[in-house]
Structures are given as C-alpha cells and as structure tokens.
C-alpha cells in the first residue's frame, strides 16, 4: 500500500509503521464491503446498499480516502502555480503529477473511479495476493527460498532497515525471476482449472 501510493500519487502514508491508521482502516473497510457485496447479492443493487449500515460506512471511507487525495492535488496545483518547479526536484514525477501538469483533468477526475483512487486499490490488491502466493509457495521449497535470501544479504548485509533504491531492484535478478515464473504458473493453472471444470 505504501509503495503504491508513493508511486501513483507520491503521498507517504507509511501504514507500515502504523503512521497512518486511518488510511489502512478505510482502505479496509472498502476491500472488506466489496467482498462482502458480492457474497450479499442484494447488496449490489446499489439503492438498497446505500441505506444500509454496510454502505454508510463504505461511503464514508471512500469520502475520507478521496478527501485526502484531493487535498494532496490542491496543495501540489498551489506549489506549482507559485514556484517553478522544473529542475528542482530530480525524482521521477507520480502518475498524480503528470496528470496535474499535462493533462486538462479536474481534481475530481484525478481521484474518480477511473482514476488514481482505482489504480491504489486494484494495485494493493493485486499485489498483495501477488506477494502472499509467492511467499506461500517459496515456504514450500525451501533451495529457491535459501536462494532469495542469499541474493537479499549480498545486496543489504546487515543494514536490513535501509530503503530499497531503484538500483538495488536492478539487482535483484533471481527474486525477479521467482515472481515472474510463480506468476505465470499461477495464471496457467486458473486455465487449466476453467478447461478441467468445463470438460467435466
């Protein structure tokens, strides 16, 4: 969730040293009600899950998590029409910045369904089933789990606490090679999955 918020709108949250718990607790409770919505059928008529308790407190976070966003847009739209901002920072701009500076986009576009809000959701998502079923598999063979954290000891030694930085990523060349091969697998065998089910 930190990664991905850094990255698509550069908002450092750091839920990961409990900095920002109400941030982990809304974007709970939205991954928690959509579940929970396809599980409740009735719940997806949209009407009668707005007057439910569920879809209050659903609304709420959602306000509270776009709140935030649009207020990180007002206070970069506000540095930029003030400061020149070319050349004073040399990291790479967050998706958030460039849709700021180039596009002719609203602050409530920017954090809408189809935008930035969509990306940190299905992003945190997608990539914490990702890395959950890395690790599940890499406890069950443990010569390519040795592997990995070999290549992460030469690459941090004992300063484990440190930031990653774009170039230890280049680096890591074998953990790559991991996520990419379990990723695949993973997609291969949902196929294969659907074609037995449809066979039977």
């Known amino acids: 969730m930190d990664i991905i918020y850094q990255t698509s709108s550069n908002i450092n949250i750091n839920v990961q040293s409990g900095n920002d718990e109400s941030t982990l607790n809304n974007f709970t409770t939205n991954s928690d009600t959509a579940l929970l919505r396809f599980a409740k059928l009735w719940l997806l008529i949209d009407w009668i899950f707005s007057v439910t308790e569920v879809g209050k407190k659903y609304n709420e976070a959602v306000k509270c998590l776009h709140g935030k966003m649009v207020n990180e847009?007002?206070?970069?739209?506000?540095?930029?029409?003030?400061?020149?901002?070319?050349?004073?920072?040399?990291?790479?701009?967050?998706?958030?910045?460039?849709?700021i500076q180039y596009a002719d986009i609203r602050r409530e576009e920017i954090v809408g369904e189809r935008e930035i809000a969509s990306i940190i959701f299905a992003g945190t998502e997608n990539t914490s089933n990702a890395c959950g079923y890395v690790v599940a598999l890499l406890t069950e063979n443990q010569h390519i789990q040795e592997r990995v954290f070999q290549e992460q000891q030469d690459i941090f030694g004992d300063d484990i606490l440190r930031p990653v930085r774009s170039d230890d990523l280049q680096r890591m060349m074998y953990p790559e090679q991991v996520g990419n091969c379990l990723l695949r697998s993973a997609v291969f065998s949902t196929i294969v999955a659907i074609i037995r089910h449809y066979i039977k």
Not at 79 to 96: A, C, F, Y
């Open 73 to 99: 847009i007002v206070k970069k739209k506000r540095m930029r029409e003030t400061v020149d901002t070319r050349g004073i920072n040399d990291e790479k701009p967050s998706l958030m910045d460039l849709l």
